[in-house]
């Protein structure tokens, strides 16, 4: 047997990596995406390079297949699906697999490839979660006896157990691969001749190894296959480097830390500054570093994403510019950065980032698995609308109306409907408002006036409008009835039959209806189409599978939803000359833990976000849900290469101590950046790192603005009081009052809308007692009428609400005010909830007609008022001076 050799470089630019790597005999597996990019760069020419989940991909074979993952997530979706043959009492644990199926998925996948069977789990599991994971698997296999995927992995695993044979399978799959990807039109970096194990193999960068990457390499070095693990290490730290020495130590089954071959210091010079920061973790007192090196550091403090956003869009069009970003939030800030660059992700975007992709996702939200019936909140039909794909076509002018446009209207529905109906009981509820905003006899219709004073007669005319629902104009909700029945059409579509049971061909030929119905396939964008190819190509998968297998419909359209938002999916590997467009400049920030490979890019500035005190060091736990780390030390019993997980574990801590001394290590400037606000949290100081370099930082620079406050409207306007005077001219005094309690309440309510109107189920309370007392002056019964306004409130409720209205002296609570040559008596509960009048002095002024005079000292239309009256006001939600009433005690009521 061939003994397995350590070499490390301390540095990026040691020539000992060439040594090593440049060599017609080498195959150079490297352990991540960005390491494996950077080697493809600096040894093209030798077409050996290749990435470690390309080779495990390619050892595993169609186990890996999209179509094998939809499968196994399918068969796991009908064993915990409510209601089901296997899951008739839906017990707490199993719902909890359910919610987090695709992680279980992953995690049974995981333990599969290595060798463990479902009894181990069962023997090991300490937990109910383990236990029920085990229990599941177990079925799964009996599912899975038709396609045999599981039977299939079996001989994988029984093949490692015979190396030479498993050497000889390797090479076949590698090449088995490379064809396939060939056939698929993908541009590898790699020849054919050279995808063998009889040469030396180079396992560059593994600080730590996967549980499935240990069971290969101990494969392949008892198949006698030369290994080197090539690796950045320095033992002069080694409370930074310790862990690497267990790694690749006879801990782990490697090679003992005396037999290494250390390469460290000589003709190249190692960074100050990374031996700076070690120095600081071994208590060793190091100079400060060099002025050269100082030079190489800026810290920058950004107030928000925002703020970054602007620097690294400039960087982007600075044709000149040459930076690699990385981030340690990486899953976060690459989600906006889509959403801020959508244009520039276009190839990487999958089915769920499509309009249609979203518009499906929601619809298939309407059919409730629990309850197994049809029910739609108000939540899903606005995320419906939101999609640029609910659309119809305008019969007038022919162009396309946008349900989108409507998303508005909608929010008033909110506390007024049931909280979840139907489709049909959506249209039917959506039909009587119709009716009732076009011909109720609660509603003043055919109002006489100038132009300019409609909206204020409206309002004084039309008390119920002061409830939401009713002051949107009918033609409105007609429209928003149309889009309704688009959606309805879609759904009868998806949930006609839900007992049905449905192949895959079947059920993407409903998709496909759907999406062409909605934009027949030429007027779609070229992305557009590629995601519909990529959808027709699983389903062709399936049309010629012999199996025919049957699912129900929710289990299918869950199991893609995951498939398309790439959840069961790995990154892809990098092939540097398959760019799209090459004449474009790159959009990509990228996860720290990149800084293996992006430290071999000498010519680029590496500027690293999102180094707050709370974000880095993060040690994430590495042991996939819902293992616990007491059963995955008994599971390492019996399957060796668990030791592996558990070692990453144990040192989860000191892998980003590690990462940042790579990050010094090497010669490019650096920038090494903060937000002060990031989610919840404000206020936010750097990372510890960074405070630790802050003496070896002169550039250290924020892009905190001072804010200029925005002039006052005295500033602004220097005109004559008249000014004002004329504007407001036209408003009645029951929109004036509003002056005298809040500005802020008045900007809202008259300069942003026709008039304010309620929609909380607190504000409607008061109306209908205001509005049942108003009533109760023409009519000694009111509550047929109230029964009409709210329709959807119970009877007790009603009949409690009302009697309550009853006990109230109304008696000096009506106002009245002269408008438009006519007088009105109108109730002051109606506008402003509370008879609040005899009250607070603003309250007082408000309907006296004075302290309102308009001019251009006394009016600030931005100047919020808050009070413990904000909770009665109709914009506290959204006003950002709102004071709630769990502040009053504070505020002293």
């Avoid at 995690?107 to 085990?134: F, H, N, Q, W």
């Avoid at 389903?539 to 299918?556: L, Q, T, V, W």
Wanted: with cysteine.
């Amino acid at each position: 047997m061939k003994k397995v050799k350590v070499v490390t470089y301390s540095s990026p630019d040691d020539s000992i990596i060439s040594d090593v790597c440049n060599d017609e005999n080498v195959l150079h597996i490297c352990a991540t995406a960005s390491l494996t990019e950077a080697m493809m760069k600096k040894f093209g020419k030798r077409q050996n390079v290749i990435s470690a989940k390309w080779f495990i991909d390619a050892l595993l074979g169609e186990w890996m297949d999209m179509s094998t993952k939809l499968e196994q997530i399918m068969d796991l979706s009908e064993l915990v699906r409510k209601g089901s043959d296997d899951n008739p009492d839906d017990k707490p644990i199993t719902r909890a697999i359910r919610r987090y199926k695709s992680d279980a998925l992953l995690t049974i996948r995981m333990l599969a490839e290595i060798g463990v069977k479902p009894k181990d789990l069962r023997e090991c599991g300490i937990t109910e979660y383990e236990k029920e994971l085990s229990r599941l698997w177990e079925k799964m296999l009996l599912k899975d006896k038709e396609k045999g995927h599981f039977k299939k992995l079996d001989r994988f695993n029984f093949a490692q157990k015979r190396p030479f044979a498993f050497k000889i399978m390797a090479n076949e799959r590698m090449k088995e691969k490379f064809d396939r990807d060939i056939k698929e039109g993908e541009n590898l970096c790699v020849s054919r001749e050279k995808l063998h194990l009889e040469g030396s193999v180079v396992l560059h960068g593994f600080y730590f190894l996967t549980p499935i990457q240990q069971s290969v390499f101990q494969s392949l070095k008892n198949a006698a296959v030369n290994l080197t693990f090539l690796q950045f290490y320095n033992s002069n730290y080694p409370k930074t480097f310790s862990f690497i020495e267990t790694v690749l130590g006879d801990e782990n089954a490697w090679v003992p830390k005396g037999e290494w071959s250390i390469h460290q210091g000589g003709q190249v010079k190692e960074s100050e500054l990374s031996l700076y920061m070690a120095d600081f973790f071994e208590d060793r007192t190091s100079g400060s570093s060099t002025e050269v090196q100082k030079e190489r550091i800026t810290q920058i403090c950004y107030r928000n994403l925002y703020q970054w956003m602007k620097g690294f869009k400039k960087s982007l069009e600075n044709e000149e510019a040459a930076t690699n970003y990385l981030t340690v939030m990486s899953g976060e800030l690459d989600t906006r950065l889509k959403e801020f660059f959508p244009d520039q992700f276009l190839s990487e975007r999958n089915f769920l980032s499509y309009p249609i992709g979203q518009y499906l996702l929601h619809l298939h939200k309407i059919w409730d698995q629990e309850k197994k019936k049809q029910e739609i909140d108000l939540v899903t039909l606005q995320e419906c609308f939101a999609s640029p794909w609910l659309y119809k076509i305008n019969k007038i002018t022919g162009k396309k109306d946008s349900a989108s446009d409507y998303l508005y209207q909608l929010q008033f529905l909110a506390n007024f409907f049931p909280q979840k109906m139907t489709m049909k009981e959506w249209k039917s509820n959506i039909k009587k408002l119709i009716l009732d905003t076009e011909r109720s006899p609660f509603l003043a219709k055919n109002i006489i006036g100038a132009k300019e004073q409609l909206r204020f007669l409206d309002e004084i005319k039309n008390p119920v409008k002061k409830i939401a629902p009713y002051s949107v104009p009918f033609e409105d909700w007609k429209i928003i009835l149309e889009f309704l029945n688009v959606m309805d059409s879609h759904i009868e579509t998806l949930f006609n039959n839900m007992d049905h049971l449905y192949t895959f061909k079947e059920y993407f030929s409903l998709l496909n209806g759907i999406i062409t119905k909605q934009l027949p396939e030429a007027e779609l964008l070229e992305h557009e189409k590629e995601m519909l190819r990529r959808i027709k190509k699983i389903a062709n998968y399936y049309e010629s599978s012999p199996s025919g297998k049957h699912y129900h419909i929710e289990d299918i359209a869950e199991a893609v939803h995951l498939l398309l938002s790439s959840q069961l999916e790995e990154k892809p590997d990098v092939h540097p000359d398959s760019d799209q467009h090459p004449n474009k400049k790159a959009l990509r920030i990228r996860s720290f833990a990149e800084i293996d490979g992006i430290i071999f890019d000498e010519k680029k500035i590496i500027h690293v976000s999102g180094l707050d005190e709370f974000s880095f060091p993060n040690a994430e736990s590495s042991l996939p849900w819902p293992l616990t780390l007491k059963a995955v030390e008994q599971l390492s019993g019996k399957i060796n290469s668990l030791k592996a997980m558990l070692i990453r574990e144990e040192h989860k801590d000191i892998i980003p101590r590690f990462l940042f001394y790579v990050l010094l290590s090497g010669k490019q400037n650096l920038t090494l950046s903060w937000f002060r606000e990031w989610g919840d949290r404000s206020s936010l100081g750097p990372s510890f790192y960074l405070k630790l370099l802050e003496d070896d930082s002169p550039k250290t620079e924020s892009f905190e603005p001072v804010i200029e406050h925005p002039k006052t409207p005295t500033q602004d306007l220097r005109d004559d009081t008249v000014v004002y005077q004329t504007a407001l001219s036209h408003y009645s005094d029951y929109a004036l009052s509003e002056l005298n309690i809040c500005q802020r309440r008045f900007f809202y309510s008259y300069l942003t809308q026709q008039f304010s109107v309620y929609n909380s189920d607190f504000h409607y309370n008061f109306l209908f007692g205001n509005l049942y007392r108003l009533l109760l002056n023409f009519d000694a019964n009111p509550a047929p009428l109230m029964k009409d306004v709210f329709p959807y409130w119970t009877e007790f409720r009603r009949a409690a609400k009302a009697a309550t209205a009853k006990t109230y002296n109304y008696t000096e609570k009506h106002q009245s005010f002269r408008y438009a040559g006519e007088n009105y008596h109108a109730l002051s509960g109606m506008k402003y909830l509370l008879y609040q009048s005899n009250g607070g002095e603003g309250w007082k002024q408000a309907w006296e007609n004075k302290g309102y005079q308009v001019n251009q000292s006394s009016i600030a239309l931005l100047e919020a008022n808050p009070s413990s009256s904000c909770k009665y006001c109709p914009h506290e939600d959204f006003c950002p001076s709102a004071r709630y009433a769990v502040d009053d005690e504070r505020y002293g009521g």
